[in-house]
């Protein structure tokens, strides 16, 4: 088994499209390692419980937690789930990596979810720089979060560590 294709593999279905091989998540996003086990084999990457637990382990930014005989994505969902973080106070600064292309827009609109459920934010540059190196060139953000925090904005921390909120109104945005 390739952990990384296998990470991968698990990503697509616990965060975007669970249905696509037969699983449904619960509101939490939740599903058994028995059902999960069952489906990855009938779509061609079987793997074991104990191959499951290394994948789960050993993965670079702990993508996925394992709660006994359930599993779930960390964050990073486009399908309708909630994860049940409680809102926290942010640092004062959060950083997002992006790209030059997008830069235009962003500016205009502030960031936006996109496909996913919430904007994603890191909590220091080199991280974001790793996020937006994804897509090209890597361009950093600053977020202020502590001012947006102020005027009642939402953050939420993921079990790895990377920090949630709905949207980033530009006027929070320093935009190189
Ligand atoms: C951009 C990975 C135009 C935004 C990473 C980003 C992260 C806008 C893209 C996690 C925009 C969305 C998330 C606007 C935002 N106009 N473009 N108004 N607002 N964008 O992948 O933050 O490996 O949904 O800058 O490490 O890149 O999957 O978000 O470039 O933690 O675990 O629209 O995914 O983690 O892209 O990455 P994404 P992201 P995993």
New binding site residues.
Partial sequence: MNVVRASKFL?KYLRHDPAAIGLTLDSGGWVGVRELLAACKRAGMPMTRAELEQVVATND?Q?FVLDGDRIRASQ?HSVSVDLGLPAVEPPALLY?G??AR?LP??RR????P???HD??LSPDEETARR?GA??GKPVVLVVRAGDMHGTGHEFRLSTNG?WLTQSVPAEFLGVP
């Fill in positions: 990503a930014k993508r990073g997002h992006t790209v997008f827009q962003i609109e502030g960031l936006r996109m496909r996913r904007v994603h996020v994804r897509r990377v």
